[in-house]
């Protein structure tokens, strides 16, 4: 059962980025529709929303034991080994971190979809 459990640090990284998570849900899927900004119902972001559950809680794990794992590759003799450990844990990590991030990418979206409308919308009128 000891290797199961996280360390301090990974359960420390695990919250923090589970907090910055929900952060960003709360703004992309709470405020944000709430003050307006995006026209799209509920409905039509019900996918997106589910996927950025999954994807956040995802990657919030994955960033936690991802300090494990380059933990253990340190510990290895080989350089080989250290170096793959290594890569692969900061491969893991940024994939962690897209998962924790994606509301924010849902939110940059629905931005630049509402940005383009308007000065799409401007250029038509004054032609």
């Not at 709360?26 to 307006?36: D, K, R, V």
């Not at 900004?37 to 990657?59: E, K, R």
């Not at 897209?98 to 250029?123: D, K, W």
Request: charged content about 10%; proline content about 2%.
């Amino acid at each position: 059962m000891q290797h199961l459990s996280l360390s301090e640090g990974a359960r420390r990284d695990f919250f923090t980025c589970l907090g910055i998570w929900l952060t960003l849900e709360l703004i992309a899927f709470g405020i944000m529709p709430a003050i307006g900004f995006d026209h799209i119902s509920f409905s039509q972001t019900n996918p997106w929303f589910w996927a950025s559950v999954v994807l956040g809680m995802g990657g919030s794990f994955l960033l936690a034991s991802a300090s494990r794992l380059v933990g253990a590759s340190r510990a290895s003799t080989s350089k080989a080994k250290r170096w793959a450990g290594m890569l692969s844990g900061r491969l893991v990590n940024w994939v962690a971190l897209a998962g924790v991030a994606f509301p924010l990418l849902i939110v940059s979206m629905n931005l630049f979809y509402r940005l383009f409308a308007i000065f799409t919308s401007q250029g038509d009128g004054a032609v």
